[in-house]
């Protein structure tokens, strides 16, 4: 009896220990649950986070109007700062080198800010040349009308050529010529031309530099072998110039002139805007009523603004960013003009979808290939080691760039810690997609403080990619696919993943968000949503999204999720539903250190002693 009931009572014990482990499983579990559920929904995005919020300047878009504004002085204070500063210059080189576009739209901007500072008196510069035979004669300026006799103003070109520049002298038999060029008809005032101009023509520079530190108008033959037929004397000439270009032709331009460089004033049009307040809405919102009188066209109405708004932030890249780019600016008007009578929303709205169909051929077939099983990409179930990161594509000549998911897998097998990065092999990695690689790499090394060398290898791979891929933008995908195969844990494929990381776990914003989330939602789309899918991007991001309006509608519907995190270990259980690392329970790091932990026991075990001979070669 005592020895059945000390069974009994074993036996009691024993069914206890399971139903108290049961529920200590149930306990954590439930615990995991929650948490993951916490981070699900702490780090969800809501529908009105995925476009910049207008709604707050409504009333200012019915409101807004051109009367008693200096638009060009509250969008260019620094343009208007640096041509003040030129026109006071007594001393030195008179040169502002602006960091600007050189077509004729901003070179109209530009000249009409100078024409501010032009003095009101009606000076007469240069002179008058007479022509008698083979007597060539300088007169003081008496006359504007005359062709070497100028008043000053503001003159502008985006391309010219030598005899347009500089004039030329022609001969019709015995008969002696003086043609002006466009230095002759800028004397006393300001000319603007394009770096790219001077840069393609140096001896114009070299020539015009002179011009210009002389005070004087020089005439010379074009043809070094037969001189001017007439002595031609010197014109009187003062000029200030203002160079435009964009920042390579700028430094293009120190290289081919440091002096003058180092002499010159420096300043900016400002491509954008950044929104601090209403006025800053308001001056944006006149500057484009601006574009719209120039080409012609009714002010918009007051539904127009948001979906305007929603484009420019798509081309800036930042919700409190605008575009000041007036040719930008103007092809949108001009384009919604083509599809109603007014500009309102609705006309808006069919230019860009009709830009965005001529424009989408390639996407769209890119597309198919993805949807035909040509490049496999899941979206739906679980798999080990295989996650669906998010690139951005550009082909030279195509006018947008398009988002589409990339498949990243990672295999992992016993060895002496290497982390093979196929793409670098193959020679199709950029250097900072390496630099991406080796960072994740460090944290995770990090993070497992191990105090030997990690007994696993691992190889990284883009799938069915041919081309080179560069940007750290993937590294967090690759981290997270990294760990699933090291946990044998499997990654959900309804979700895909965005976003850089540094060596302290931390997730980094990266660019094309837009493209990237439309990218990915197509392709479930088109398969059918499941109300489970997905992107994750990093929480700094958030300010940079202006997705489309179906993204936003399936969003809003629960169809599909867009989380934003701030560090890695928020990614992992939104992929695995397991913590990176848990004090109690499972964890992902902890399953880690126990698979590397049973690999160097096994490998630390003992051999059989008829295979212990081989430890004989090992040793020799």
């Known amino acids: 009896m005592q020895q059945g009931k000390t069974c009994c009572g074993h036996h009691s014990s024993g069914r206890k220990c399971a139903v108290l482990n049961r529920v200590e499983s149930c306990i954590i579990a439930l615990f995991l649950n929650q948490t993951n559920a916490n981070i699900l929904t702490s780090t969800q995005l809501t529908w009105q986070a995925l476009q910049p919020d207008s709604s707050r300047y409504q009333s200012l878009f019915s409101t807004v109007s051109l009367e008693n504004s200096d638009t060009l002085a509250a969008v260019q204070p620094r343009l208007l700062n640096a041509l003040a500063h030129l026109h006071h210059q007594t001393l030195g080189f008179p040169l502002l080198l602006l960091r600007s576009q050189e077509n004729s739209d901003y070179l109209a901007w530009i000249a009409e800010a100078a024409q501010r500072f032009q003095p009101d008196e009606d000076a007469l510069y240069g002179g008058d040349y007479h022509v008698m035979g083979d007597n060539v004669s300088l007169q003081p300026p008496v006359d504007a009308s005359r062709p070497f006799t100028s008043t000053g103003g503001v003159h502008y070109a985006d391309w010219i050529e030598s005899e347009q520049l500089f004039g030329c002298v022609r001969q019709y038999k015995d008969r002696v010529q003086l043609e002006p060029g466009l230095l002759h008809q800028a004397n006393g005032g300001t000319l603007i031309l394009s770096i790219n101009t001077l840069l393609a023509q140096p001896l114009l520079w070299l020539r015009l530099r002179k011009v210009i530190e002389l005070g004087r108008f020089d005439w010379y033959s074009p043809d070094e072998r037969r ?27 120190q290289e081919l002139d440091v002096e003058v460089h180092e002499m010159a004033l420096y ?33 918009p109405e007051a539904d127009f603004w948001p979906l305007l708004i929603q484009e420019a932030v798509r081309l800036t890249g930042d919700q409190d960013t605008l575009p000041l780019c007036p040719r930008w600016l103007r092809r949108q008007l001009q384009e919604a003009a083509l599809h109603g009578e007014t500009l309102n929303g609705e006309a808006l709205k069919e230019a860009l979808e009709a830009r965005q169909w001529r424009e989408s051929f390639l996407a769209d077939r890119m ?22 990161g998010l690139s951005v594509i550009e082909f030279p000549g195509h006018p947008r760039p398009w988002g589409e998911p990339s498949r990243i897998t990672c295999v992992v097998h016993p060895g002496d810690g290497e982390f093979t990065d196929v793409e670098r092999k193959a020679e199709l990695g950029g250097n900072i997609h390496a630099k991406g690689m080796m960072i994740m790499q460090a944290y995770l090394i990090s993070e497992l403080e191990l105090e030997q060398q990690l007994p696993f290898s691992a190889s990284l791979v883009f799938e069915q990619s041919y081309s080179e891929v560069d940007g750290d933008s993937a590294s967090l995908a690759e981290l997270c696919v990294l760990i699933s195969a090291l946990a044998n844990q499997p990654l959900n494929q309804q979700i895909a993943v965005t976003g850089s990381v540094d060596q302290f776990g931390n997730v980094q914003p990266v660019g094309g968000l837009n493209e990237k989330i439309e990218g990915f939602f197509h392709i479930c789309q088109s398969r059918e949503l499941t109300g489970k899918q997905g992107v994750i991007l990093p929480a700094s991001n958030v300010r940079h999204l202006s997705l489309s309006d179906d993204v936003v509608e399936a969003v809003q519907q629960g169809q599909f999720h867009i989380w934003a995190i701030e560090r890695v270990d928020e990614a992992l259980p939104l992929l695995t539903g397991i913590a990176w690392q848990s004090e109690s329970g499972e964890s992902l790091l902890s399953t880690i250190q126990e698979r590397i932990t049973q690999l160097n026991q096994q490998e630390n075990r003992p051999r059989p002693w008829p295979l212990r001979w081989l430890n004989w070669f090992n040793h020799s």
């Open 227 to 253: 001189p001017l037929p007439v002595t031609i004397p010197p014109l009187p000439l003062q000029l200030r110039l203002i160079l435009c270009g964009d920042r390579e032709a700028l430094a293009s331009f």
């Open 367 to 388: 597309r198919d290939e993805i949807l035909l099983n040509q490049i496999m990409i899941e979206t739906e179930g679980e798999v080990v080691g295989q996650i669906n």
């Open 267 to 299: 300043s900016e049009f400002e491509e954008n805007l950044q929104l601090v307040d209403e006025d800053d809405m308001a001056n944006w919102c006149r500057w484009t009523l601006c574009q719209a009188e120039l080409a012609g066209l009714t002010p």
